[in-house]
């Protein structure tokens, strides 16, 4: 199969379990680029917590992206142009924050500079979530956010928690937002026309590649708007077992080099 761009995940994808890149799934990485495969990384994170990795891989170079925040943001990575943007409103904001109160679970919306909570006492996986993508957290009141452009929010707390709330969200929120659970204590929720796979479609449509010549890496449930779209769309084997059955091939587990098995195995071979 002829493969221009890859999209991968990072979690649970890309990097093992340990968070590290292995030396097969980097040689592979490499070997695509070097044949001209647009590798493309595909996070909820934003560029701030992926520059690292983008770093490592040799991605951080002219003429390479990167997609953030669920595909509410595509940059370029050299330059950090925005390519795509798809923020949230203020009223949305106010809304999203409303409801967090409501349902009594912590919340945090986040810019491309830094993570905002309303909560006095915040949350402790907002800590958590500013130390993994290596960002700021402010404490500002709602009418304090006025001016600010969040392009994604989030709701984070115990398991329990969150799955108690989750359930008493109004439908009305679904019809308005891309709501996507993407650990046991993550719920994130951006603009309904951002997600990975209308940011995978959108870039792939500006560097002129076609939909057949496309191919995602994913393992969990903010992978499946890409894996749908995609021409080859390709599950972990460690990842969600609802996936698997949208996928046109599993591949090894993060932990066995699971995206240079792809890469070598339905691109480059």
Do not use: C
């Amino acid at each position: 199969m002829s493969i221009k761009l890859v999209a991968i995940d990072i979690d649970g994808t890309l990097v093992n379990s340990d968070r590290q890149i292995t030396p097969e799934v980097y040689q592979a990485i490499q070997e695509a680029k070097a044949v001209g495969v647009k590798i493309v990384i595909t996070t909820g994170r934003p560029i701030a917590g992926v520059q690292a990795l983008l770093e490592e891989l040799g991605l951080n170079e002219p003429d390479n992206y990167v997609i953030t925040f669920n595909g509410a943001l595509v940059q370029e990575t050299a330059s950090s142009q925005e390519v795509i943007k798809d923020a949230l409103s203020y009223d949305d904001y106010l809304d999203i924050e409303l409801l967090a109160t409501k349902l009594g679970v912590h919340s945090h919306a986040i810019t491309k500079d830094g993570i905002y909570t309303s909560n006095r006492n915040i949350g402790h996986y907002t800590v958590h979530e500013a130390t993994l993508v290596s960002m700021p957290i402010f404490y500002r009141t709602p009418e304090e956010n006025r001016d600010r452009e969040f392009v994604k929010t989030m709701y984070i707390d115990e398991p329990e928690i969150l799955d108690a709330a989750i359930a008493k969200i109004p439908q009305e929120f679904y019809g308005r937002f891309t709501i996507v659970k993407s650990r046991p204590f993550y719920l994130e929720l951006t603009n309904k026309t951002s997600n990975k796979g209308t940011a995978v479609l959108h870039l792939a449509e500006k560097l002129g590649i076609a939909v057949e010549e496309t191919m995602a890496i994913g393992d969990e449930e903010n992978d499946r708007t890409m894996l749908e779209v995609v021409g080859h769309p390709i599950v972990m084997e460690n990842g969600n077992p609802e996936l698997k059955k949208i996928a046109e091939h599993i591949t090894k587990s993060n932990d066995d080099s699971g995206v240079a098995y792809a890469i070598r195995k339905w691109v480059l071979d």
